[in-house]
Nanobody
């Protein structure tokens, strides 16, 4: 069974940058489409970005488009999220998620995703 482990969270000042990583354990991630979600305090978990198994079909939420970049390296069995121009509103727990690439699913819906990491906290100070 696929397990996911995020890293890279921390405290960053507004306007700064941060990079997150998500490593796959137990299985190779090249069988999976993957995404980043986030959950801010008191809010529901929301979609951030999606990337298909081959690195294509990249989708961003409107709130991060132009500031965040999702990528993956299947040889390293890892996915990444580069976050630039961070704002206090980006403060959240960031989760990586995956689902089998052979299924047609709604990519920005958390219900599509079978596997989740434990999350990593990103705090943006003003």
């Amino acid at each position: 069974q696929l397990q996911l482990a995020e890293s890279g969270g921390g405290l960053v000042q507004a306007g700064g940058s941060r990079g997150l990583s998500c490593v796959g354990l137990g299985r190779t991630i090249d069988l999976y489409n993957m995404a980043w979600f986030r959950q801010a305090p008191g809010k529901e978990r929301e979609f951030v970005a999606h990337i298909a198994r081959d690195g294509g079909d990249i989708i961003y939420s409107d709130s991060v488009k132009g500031r965040f970049t999702i990528s993956r390296d299947n040889y390293k069995n890892a996915m990444f999220l580069q976050m630039n121009s961070l704002e206090p509103e980006d403060t959240a727990i960031y989760y990586c998620a995956a689902y089998g690439a052979f299924y047609e699913k709604i990519k920005n819906s958390q219900t599509a995703y079978e596997y989740w990491g434990q999350g990593t906290q990103v705090t943006v100070s003003s």
